[in-house]
């Protein structure tokens, strides 16, 4: 069993739709959580980053940390043809630098 | 935000051949360089961890003699491949952490794509 589950996709909504990635974890000592975007052939690019559970919202990204349930969310509201790319959640444990990513969601923002 | 590059973008090499791929952090002094790779739909994976003026920390299954860090500098880190072969073939993403803190965010280079003939 893979530490982080994401769903690899491909995921299409139209323009203006409000999108949902998650992922599951099954690692209980995950303490931090991110989630980044990676554009075609591009580095991935931090979006948001949350300690523990809760909610934390930047603009029209909201993510969700439910440690009780080992689940992960990022919604994206008022979904934009540039928000079009591969999100990939990442995790990792409060006293140790390595990130455990999940395989990333393809998403397509359709005009 | 902090920017890190990396050089060549992308390479093809044939079978054999050593390839040097660099990772540079532009404006800010990176004391940790990590270093990833990304087969196609798949996730990243980190392959070692590299502090500056000691040697690498290498994951289970990454073969440190295939594989050569150096991170000789603040800005600077490099990544050999040696004896490249084909299944070498993927998206090389390296990263750099300004602080000593665990969680200091790391920022992403635009990776480098090597092609292995």
């Known amino acids: 069993q893979k530490e982080v589950e994401q769903d690899p996709g491909p995921l299409s909504v139209p323009e203006g739709a409000i999108v949902s990635l998650n992922c599951t974890y099954s690692n209980s000592a995950f303490q931090y959580f991110m989630w980044y975007r990676q554009y075609s052939r591009k580095g991935p690019e931090l979006l948001m980053y949350?300690?523990?559970?809760g909610n934390k919202e930047d603009g029209r990204f909201t993510a969700q940390v439910d440690k009780s349930s080992k689940y992960i969310s990022l919604f994206i509201r008022d979904s934009q043809p540039s928000d079009s790319a591969t999100y990939l959640c990442?995790?990792?444990?409060?006293?140790?630098?390595?990130?455990?990513f999940g395989s990333g969601t393809r998403l397509s923002i359709r005009p | 935000g902090a920017v890190v590059s990396q050089h060549p973008s992308w390479v093809i090499c044939k079978s054999g051949t050593s390839v040097k791929i660099e990772c540079r952090s532009l404006d800010f002094q990176a004391t940790t360089m990590f270093w990833y790779r990304q087969f196609p739909k798949q996730s990243l994976m980190l392959m070692a961890t590299?502090?500056?003026?000691?040697?690498?920390?290498?994951e289970q299954g990454v073969e440190k003699d295939k594989f050569l860090i150096n991170h000789a500098s603040l800005t600077l880190s490099t990544l050999t491949v040696t004896s490249a072969h084909p299944e070498d073939s993927s998206f090389y993403i390296c990263?750099?952490?300004?602080?000593?803190?665990?969680?200091?965010?790391?920022?992403f280079g635009p990776g480098t794509r090597l092609t292995v003939l």
């Open positions: 949350t300690y523990s559970s």
């Open positions: 990263s750099a952490r300004e602080g000593a803190n665990t969680g200091d965010e790391q920022f």
């Open positions: 590299s502090n500056e003026g000691s040697k690498a920390t290498y």
């Open positions: 990442a995790m990792r444990v409060s006293s140790a630098s390595k990130i455990i």
